[in-house]
C-alpha cells in the first residue's frame, strides 16, 4: 500500500487498530498473506498476529490455511450488504441510474465521500463501454475525480479545511489539480455553475460532468456523473447534459430525505458523540 492512510487516532485503541488491519486486508484486493501485511504494517509482529487472530475468530476475515492467507470473511460481507441496503444511496438511486444510462448511452457512476478520497457506489457502463478505473466498490481521489470535486464544492468550510490538508495532490496526468489553491479555485467555479468536471485529470483520455446530491439543507449526500472517452465525445458535449445530470441528482436528494436516508450529525447526537 502507498503511504498510510489509516485515518486512525490514537484515541480508538484496539477496535480502531483491528478496522485498520481490515482495511489494509481489503485494499490488497486478493488474499493476503501475513509477511505482505507485516511490510506495510504500522504494528509490531505479535500485535499484528493478535489483531489477525481476533478478526478471523469474529468471521470478519477468513483465513485459508492451505495458503496462509487473510481476505474478508463472510460476516464482514454480510455487514457491508446491510451498510449498502440501510446507509448507501445506491439502493435508492438504482432507478435513476438506469433510466439516466438508458437515456444517454454513457458511463453512470454514482459516488459516496470517504474522507478524502471517493467510494464508487454503483456504476452503469455505456452502451460501448470504456476501459477506466472506477468500479462500484473501489475508493479513488477526491481532488480529480468529477464526482470528488462535486461534493467538495458544496462541503462546509470547516470540512474542507480539514480534508485539504489529507490529500495528496498526486499528478494522475498532466491535467491533474496538483495544489490546494488551484482544487479550491476550481471549488468556486463549481459552486458558481452547479457543476464539475474531470477534464482527463484522473485518467487519459477518460472525461466527465458530476453534479452533487445534496438535501434539502444543503447537506452533500453524494454526486452523480456521466462518463465518456475523448475519443468518442467531448466536455462540450458533456456541459450540455449538465442541467439533466442535475435534475436527476435532485431527483435521488428528494428519493433519498423521503426514505429518511441517515443524517451523521443525527446519529451522532443520537450516542452522544
Known sequence: MAGDQSGIHSGDGTVGKALDVLDRVAAFGRPVRFSELMAASPYPKATLFRLLQTLTSQGMLA?????????????????????????????????????????????????????????????????????????AGKVGPAHCTGVGKAML??????????????????????????????????????????HAFDREEHEPGIICVAAPILSSRGRVLGALSLTTATARSSLGAL???????????????????????????????????
Open 63 to 135: 483465513l485459508d490455511p492451505e495458503r496462509s492467507s487473510y481476505a474478508p470473511g463472510l460476516r464482514l460481507v454480510r455487514l457491508a450488504h446491510a451498510a449498502w441496503r440501510q446507509a448507501s444511496l445506491a439502493p435508492i438511486a438504482r432507478p435513476f441510474l438506469d433510466a439516466l444510462s438508458a437515456e444517454t448511452g454513457e458511463t453512470v457512476h454514482l459516488a459516496q465521500l470517504d474522507g478524502a478520497h471517493v467510494l464508487y457506489l454503483d456504476k452503469r457502463n455505456a452502451r460501448v463501454p470504456v476501459d477506466m478505473f472506477s468500479q
Open 153 to 194: 464544492a458544496f462541503l462546509p468550510e470547516a470540512d474542507l479545511a480539514r480534508l485539504i490538508p489529507q490529500m495528496s495532490f498526486h499528478r494522475h496526468t498532466p491535467a491533474t489539480l496538483a495544489t490546494p489553491a488551484t482544487l479550491r479555485a476550481e471549488l468556486a467555479e463549481i459552486r458558481r455553475t452547479g
Open 239 to 273: 456541459a450540455a447534459r449538465a442541467p439533466r445530470l442535475s435534475e436527476t441528482a435532485a431527483a435521488i436528494a428528494a428519493e433519498a430525505e423521503a426514505w429518511q436516508f441517515p443524517d451523521d450529525a443525527g446519529r451522532r447526537a443520537a450516542i452522544g458523540g
